[in-house]
DNA sequence: TATGAATGAGTATTCATTCAT
DNA sequence: GATGAATGAATACTCATTCAT
């Protein structure tokens, strides 16, 4: 990546999230990034590249925690309980978003309208990551740490709650004050006593 | 509104919904309305009016169930406990977002591009809904139906687990089989279980 | 055929026949023209789409010669001998070359680089035209008056030579000053001496 | 010419012949011919120099046959009758337009926008071919063996069935099965009778 | 000598918007 | 009120050409 490739993307991003990726021009971009505009078609054939090559590696990253070959060896050795679990991975995916979370905007709000992303996220992240939080749900299930529900119902309560707060915490109110780790608390609190096995 | 305006409207809902405000040119708009380019101009100043009008008056039906005067009374009359509050706003935003969910998503999409849209909201929506709300979390807290927390953490998760719940059924899943009333009941104990004061 | 769309295919045919369809730009028809730029593509969807527009028609105009019905009869008719056949055909060829030259020009450089207009020129004139001209050929080599040679030798012979006075006078030479009629005499000549039976 | 130029050349002779200059461009030239983009234009100023290059050579090669300086001496010693003459530049520019094709396509395509092009073209081949050509139509005509006519009507008449008859071989029906030996024998028959004086 | 990143003017085409009918 | 032709600025993208390496 050169010098100039770089700023391109920094500036493509900056844009992106700004204004989205419909509303966006290239020559804003390249005006950004103090580049000519047909420097950014010289590293992206299209408009369209430019986004996929901002977007895509981010996905990748976004599994990354559930890429692991021995799932089950990591849950047992690693996570006594689901609250460490849970807390683990809250706190893991608020620092992911905290550093990349301009480019999960742009992710969030591209979606809908690229089937082909749509595509490429259902095919690498879906099926991966569902198959591994189902595994580690039912393991916390057979352990009596979690309530019998299905799995994909506990997953959706779960994500929700999770998602709920990162989007609390950097999209609505970003500029309030947040006692973090408090507000963690609470929320796997939630979590923890809302999926506790009704004695 | 005449029928050709009625028209012009559910084409621009279909269309913005479909490819996003910005993906959307009036042209098509135009075309799938079956009238002429300039009748739209007619009927609304620019494109971005036409946004507007589609999506301002959802805003205000949104609020609907919080517009009422003696919120507190109604509380008492009709509902004796938490469990039936949320099953009736539950229910309630259900069936609103089963019935305006393509004007909802582009709400959604569009609100953080446009500042005075954002604007509109914040004043309209967020306060009033949010003071009603939090009227209401107090009002349980009071009667020992729900746990101590600062209003505006309980009101993010129970949100947040609502919100989900419409997502995950109109949006990422809307053509699997949904077991409706099992899946709220699940969603609403969820709710209760994790916001019950702790013994 | 509005006044601003008989213009810009006015100044199209003067603009491509003067440097070529992919030497021309949009933007210096809509100049010459005296409209915007996005008028050209209001009454044509691409630029190519404006060539065709201008070269089709030709086509058709170009084999209305033979598109009659009952060719033999026209044959046995009008033109008692072959003389007066390739007299006729030269003379209105000419005045059509006349009528039509930047145009033929255009189509005459285009027709290589665009297989669309050589199917199109295959599949309407070519079939309709020779099979005409072929039938013409022997019905004259059946009255004695043309050699037997195969009828496509005949044909290609007969045509260059028209098509070499067209050429000559039009496009090579059109600033000398040509005596017409001794130029069609003499080249009619040389095409009857030169196909006659051998004694 | 390095080994580099060479191809620049070859690839920019295929690919300018396919779509014409304006048509093509030099990156697509530089990838065909396996060379950067910067690297043709280390050999050629522009690209019009690179089709200069290629087109202008040619011109010379074509006239070849006629830049001999003693004329009139050749014709007398090799060539007895004008049948010899016709056939022995027939089948010398036979072998060049086969040899050649792709150039003369290129040549003949751009003569008429190139005005620089056109006038290299009159000042050198036009008139050292047609003065020699002249030369060889009176000499035959004072023998007797062509018609009285102006030597330019002439010149067309014959000119126009050799083209014709490359034109047909060449452009036209390259594909189909040519029987050149006996088409040619037919071609030049029939110039030699539609100039036979009329007894 | 050759490269290929960089340029910026230029390309065809689309767009929201206007306005005479 | 409705039309649709007309606009011209803006769009994504391409081009021939330059130049530091």
Do not use: C
Request: net charge positive.
């Amino acid at each position: 990546m050169t010098d100039k490739q770089i700023k391109i993307v920094q500036a493509a991003v900056e844009i992106f999230s700004e204004k989205g990726f419909a509303g966006s021009s290239t020559s804003e971009i390249a005006q950004k990034a103090g580049v000519a505009e047909g420097t950014i078609f010289r590293h992206y054939k299209t408009k369209k590249e430019l986004l996929l090559s901002i977007v895509a590696p981010m996905m990748t990253k976004l599994i990354a925690p559930f890429a692991v070959k021995d799932f089950t060896k990591v849950l047992e050795a690693d996570y006594p309980d689901v609250e460490q679990f849970l807390r683990a991975i809250t706190v893991n995916r608020l620092e992911f978003a905290r550093k990349h979370f301009p480019v999960i905007k742009i992710f969030m709000h591209e979606i809908p309208f690229h089937p082909d992303l749509r595509e490429q996220f259902k095919e690498t992240v879906a099926s991966l990551v569902l198959e591994k939080a189902y595994k580690a749900i039912r393991h916390f299930q057979a352990r009596g740490q979690l309530i019998e529900l299905p799995a994909p119902t506990t997953m959706r309560l779960i994500t929700s709650t999770i998602f709920g707060f990162l989007i609390a915490r950097f999209l609505l109110l970003p500029d309030r004050e947040w006692n973090e780790t408090e507000e963690i608390d609470r929320t796997i609190n939630f979590i923890l006593y809302g999926l506790a096995p009704r004695s």
